[in-house]
């Protein structure tokens, strides 16, 4: 079982998800990098945590401080293939503490 994670801001439209933050799957999070908006490491994610709202894919809302435990989380370094995110097309990418980012739409 997997659930995903988004952001809401105050730009968010009515109805949107928001913005794809990333999956918590088979003990390991894996990132959604946004390299046009520069977010490809950690620091950056974190910042666009504040302010805004979370909820995970079925609308049930998450603490900031909740999300950034959950994605602190992993259990160490998942092949790509174990954490089912092969569809990378080469757009994914660990950082150098070893955090799994996808640079992709994915679910």
Known sequence: ???????????????????HLGQ???GQFTFRAYPDRGITTYKAWLAQLKPSQIFTESGSPVAVEVMVRIASASAGRASWAQCGAAHSG???FF?????????????
């Open 90 to 92: 080469g757009a994914g």
């Open 24 to 26: 918590y799957a088979a």
């Open 1 to 19: 079982m997997s659930t995903n994670y988004y952001l809401r801001t105050a730009d968010t439209p009515d109805g949107d998800e928001g913005i």
């Open 95 to 107: 950082d150098e503490d070893g955090r799994r980012w996808l640079a992709v739409e994915f679910c």
